[in-house]
């Protein structure tokens, strides 16, 4: 009860002339003003607290599944920036608001939510404004010490599409980046930017630059030197080279007739019945000898765009490099260094022996022996 015309009893809850309650001080500036300069946490509590609300309940009876809320902040109005709930700081070690799920027991927990049900314009669950124009300002801040857990999670749970996490900058001068990646361990297996898809039409990593530019750069040191590029052509720069794990360069090209009747290693000439077509070798010294059929290119040239399927009656030819190729000692025993060139055996590479005819007519050069029978052996392809 009230005993004066503000005041109730001796407590420490003042009404002031406006109709603002204080607790703990006598000039609230708000309805409700609270405050606290306790110097201890209270029992049980890691932090100085000001005002604490509870509620014991975990099961609503009358509303299966519904979530218990300990403090809800409402702003009814259904226009305007207005805001629930506002928790603001001063300490430039503090936090504005602090999530907090203490269970170490438990099978998971949120620290916080934020929620929004809009279904059109920009909305969002949880906002982080960083409004310092100099300084190291971050907009949100997650940190994790488990091995298994992250600094951050973000997911979208729609199934027909959607992104889990945006990065945006608007700067139009400086160094900007949209998002950032940092893997500041000195040892250790630690990754800047991982990205993985589990679908097989999915990326694991998806970069575009909208009006034209490079597309993609990677360096070393700091500052960094670029070592690789990808420009707006699709052009690749490399200042250390490439180095796949195939050792033969081909070109893709079509096969007449069934393209199952065709395996790698098979020696491929020009069909001249058709257009842009291989066949089997299957004549002696035959001058449209074209090259190999690689079992596994380093380097796969096309015709096609980066976008395009690759066609179903085509295959690898190597033209230039160390591949394996199916040969035989139809012509004698082959040995290191000889010169090969169609034999009368399908598919077959075998020693070139008439110099008359082997002009054009050259394949490779052989880099294993075969005694005799047929065999697949390593051939340097250098068609002469």
Known sequence: MFTGSHRIGNSHILQSPIGNIGIGTTN???PLHI???????PPGQDFLVALFVETPVSVNSGCAGCAIIGIEGLTSASSGNVIGVDGVTFSPAGNGVLGNFTSTNSDG??????????????SYGTRGDALGTSGTALGVFGQSYSPDGGGGFFQNNSLQGGIGLS???YSTNG???????IGVGTTGDGVGVFG???SPQGVGGLFQNVPGGDIIRGGINQPVVNLFRVDATGKVFADGGFQPNGADFAESMAVTGDRGKYAAGDLLVIDPSTNQHLALAEHPYSTLVAGIYSTKPGVLGSTRTVDEPTAKDEVPLAVVGIVPCKVTAENGAIRVGDLLVTSSTPGHAMKGTDRNKMLGAVVGKALEPLDDGKGVIQVLVTLQ
């Open 109 to 122: 927990g949120g620290g916080v939510i934020g929620l929004t049900s809009a279904t059109s314009g920009f």
């Open 175 to 181: 160094f900007a980046v949209g998002v950032r990646g």
């Open 196 to 198: 993985t898809t589990n």
């Open 28 to 30: 609230p500036l708000f």
């Open 167 to 169: 990065g945006v900058t």
């Open 35 to 41: 405050f606290s300069n306790n110097t201890f946490p």
